[in-house]
């Protein structure tokens, strides 16, 4: 297995690997609204690919592409500069091989590489394996999202 950046010839791939990012998303949202959103994300990221401060890795191995990370260089609220995660997605068939971990290195080098001292990223609360893989790497819980459903509200 290799890790390297993204190519036009790993689009269909990369896309095809776009449910994943819908796993830990709380049940009561919309799911064709939700697997849209995160596609549009994917082919966002895909298109800017090449600009500076952004990256899209892909893992790959024997030309099949196991899984990808793509994300950018912004600001913590502090203003501290750091590298932001915002996909990252593994074949489900080669889960448990080091492909995720494969990908967080090769953003955690590229965060080095810009002189940057962190890695951000969201998951799901839900999403429970991801958010013990990513405890496993080093990661560390700093903000946590909450909200508050209104339609189930007496009087609301």
Do not use: C
Request: no cysteine; hydrophobic share 45%; net charge negative.
């Amino acid at each position: 297995m290799r890790v390297r950046r993204f190519e036009e010839a790993d689009r269909s791939a990369v896309l095809a690997l776009a449910p994943r990012l819908t796993e830990g998303v709380a049940a009561w949202r919309p799911e064709e609204l939700v697997l849209s959103a995160v596609t549009g994300w994917v082919v966002e990221a895909l298109a800017r690919a090449a600009e500076p401060g952004r990256f899209v890795f892909v893992a790959d191995e024997d030309d099949a592409v196991l899984g990808f990370a793509a994300g950018e260089e912004r600001p913590h609220w502090s203003g501290v500069p750091e590298l932001y995660v915002g996909e990252l997605a593994v074949d489900p068939h080669h889960e448990g091989r080091g492909v995720g971990r494969a990908l967080i290195d090769a953003v955690a080098a590229h965060a080095q590489e810009l002189g940057l001292h962190s890695i951000t990223l969201d998951t799901g609360a839900a999403n429970t394996n991801a958010r013990s893989f990513y405890q496993r790497l080093g990661f560390e819980e700093e903000d946590v999202k909450l909200t508050m459903r209104l339609d189930g509200m007496i009087g609301g």
